[in-house]
């Protein structure tokens, strides 16, 4: 079986995006194919895959619906900048005319405003809606009814961490202000944080320096990936995180791995806007006879 895939990328966290009306991959066995076109030695290779589904009818909740795995195979809840580029991959390729669409991705609806230039998407700034806070709906095990600087130990060191759910969970660790962030250790810490006993189903993590009110720097580890050069979910749980803090204002300009992204907390409405780009890299068709 050949399909078309495009692939894409926000800032960096780039994802293989396929329409899903032109291929139909057995439910069963999109675990072993996202894995195998994730890989980025004898696949693809991505962060993932996206799978992409128009949405029509009177009872439709969203124009698009969003169908988000990470590169070891698990499904996703939401992803700040996989959302972006489905805006960027629907309009580009004529599947709406639209500027303002509606995304769904595990039955959450996200608003989007497209900003679009020589006829094509350039920038897009998404409403992510309104940050969770509450521990068991995060989901992570603590005594309080809110996980703010609340204290955890891993691996034999002590954090403190502040956890937010935009549609997944986020542990946000700031770093102390004589810490290297760019030589921070990421990718051992992180496994440790993602599979912690306090986190029934796993986490993002996030590994923040705060430079000033307006700007702070952020390293991400996701949930079923490793190191990303970005996260868009991850970006917004950071600017909630910092502001319960104390720590910036409610607009925070957030440098990544792979570039930057505006977010604000407008706490008045308790809603959480991110923009940035969206870029396509090339469009391919490939093989996938034989993957399990």
């Not at 396929?18 to 675990?31: M, P």
């Not at 895959?49 to 195979?73: C, K, R, T």
């Not at 706490?267 to 870029?279: D, F, H, L």
């Amino acid at each position: 079986m050949k399909i078309g895939f495009t692939k894409m990328h926000g800032c960096g966290n780039d994802y293989i995006y396929v329409n899903g009306a032109e291929a139909a991959i057995d439910e069963g066995k999109k675990e072993g194919v996202v894995r195998k076109l994730s890989d980025r030695h004898f696949g693809i290779g991505g962060d993932g895959v996206i799978f992409i589904h128009s949405l029509s009818g009177e009872d439709a909740i969203a124009d698009f619906e969003m169908e988000m795995y990470n590169a070891d195979g698990s499904r996703a809840e939401m992803c700040g900048n996989g959302i972006r580029c489905v805006a960027k991959y629907v309009y580009d390729k004529g599947l709406t005319d639209k500027e303002k669409i509606r995304i769904a991705s595990c039955g959450k609806v996200k608003y989007l405003d497209l900003a679009i230039k020589e006829g094509k998407v350039a920038n897009v700034r998404v409403n992510m809606g309104a940050p969770i806070l509450a521990v068991e709906d995060i989901p992570v095990i603590s005594g309080q009814k809110e996980a703010i600087a609340e204290r955890i130990e891993v691996e034999g060191k002590e954090y403190e961490m502040t956890c937010v759910s935009m549609g997944n969970p986020h542990a946000v660790v700031f770093m102390k202000t004589w810490e290297d962030l760019d030589s921070f250790a990421v990718e051992k810490i992180g496994p440790y944080f993602e599979n912690h006993m306090r986190f029934p189903k796993r986490t993002n993590t996030e590994f923040v320096k705060v430079i000033d009110r307006n700007t702070v720097q952020m390293r991400v580890w996701e949930r079923g990936t490793g190191e990303t050069l970005a996260c868009g979910t991850g970006a917004c749980a950071t600017v909630v995180a910092c502001v319960l803090n104390g720590l910036t204002e409610e607009e925070v300009t957030v440098k990544l791995l792979g570039g930057e992204l505006k977010v604000q907390w407008n706490r008045e409405s308790n809603t959480v806007y991110m923009a940035g780009p969206a870029e396509t890299v090339f469009d391919g068709v490939i093989e996938i006879d034989g993957m399990d």
